[in-house]
């Protein structure tokens, strides 16, 4: 999750995320552990990833509420990783109000509308919405970051990470706002 989310929320997509960001005490720490949980040779252990939610966690709380506009995609993507690290610890629980899964699809599609209304092309409708889709149908065969298909499925969704900010990009989500 970190390897395709990361990459949104530190692309540069919002002056307004960027301020915070760039405020937050914590940036340095939690930009390493994005990096860490990235590389898909890391050994990471439940102390990361405890240190990545409160990272998270705190950040997240320096919004008064849910942004709009460019801020949006940085937040939630850090709202996405946060929520997996959750799932991760056992602090999301089964029976959560909306599973995992439907918040992913929910952001995905929110970027497939915005390619749409910024005139962006990506060859199929919902994009990326089918993309999320075809990642969670093949998560259940992953055995383990020692397996050299989940190394090679964690170096995809880095790809699939620089493609979501390529297309937010071209869609007009930029720094000004918009």
């Known amino acids: 999750m970190s390897a395709r989310f990361a990459p949104i929320v ?3 997509l919002s002056a307004e995320w960027d301020g915070v960001l760039g405020e937050y005490s914590g940036a340095d720490g939690l930009v390493a552990l994005l990096s860490t949980l990235a590389d898909p040779d890391a050994v990471v252990g ?15 709380d320096l919004f008064d509420e849910e942004p709009t506009g ?3 995609y940085p937040f939630k993507a850090a709202e996405l990783i946060e929520l997996y690290a959750r799932s991760a610890t056992g602090d999301l629980p089964d029976d959560a109000p909306v599973p995992l899964a439907e918040w992913v699809d929910r952001f995905a ?9 910024g005139g962006v ?20 065969g992953l055995t383990g970051s020692d397996d050299a ?11 699939h990470g620089a493609a979501y900010v390529s297309a937010l ?10």
């Open 10 to 12: 530190g692309a540069g």
């Open 46 to 60: 439940l102390d990361k990833i405890e240190a990545l939610l409160e990272s998270l966690e705190e950040l997240l």
């Open 70 to 72: 460019s801020t949006y």
């Open 109 to 117: 599609g929110h970027v497939d509308r915005r390619l749409g209304t």
């Open 121 to 140: 092309d990506l060859g199929r409708p919902r994009w990326f919405g089918e993309l999320e889709r075809s990642l969670r149908e093949r998560e259940p």
């Open 149 to 159: 298909g989940f190394r090679a499925f964690a170096v995809e969704c880095r790809s």
């Open 169 to 178: 990009t071209r869609c007009g989500v930029s720094r000004d706002g918009s």
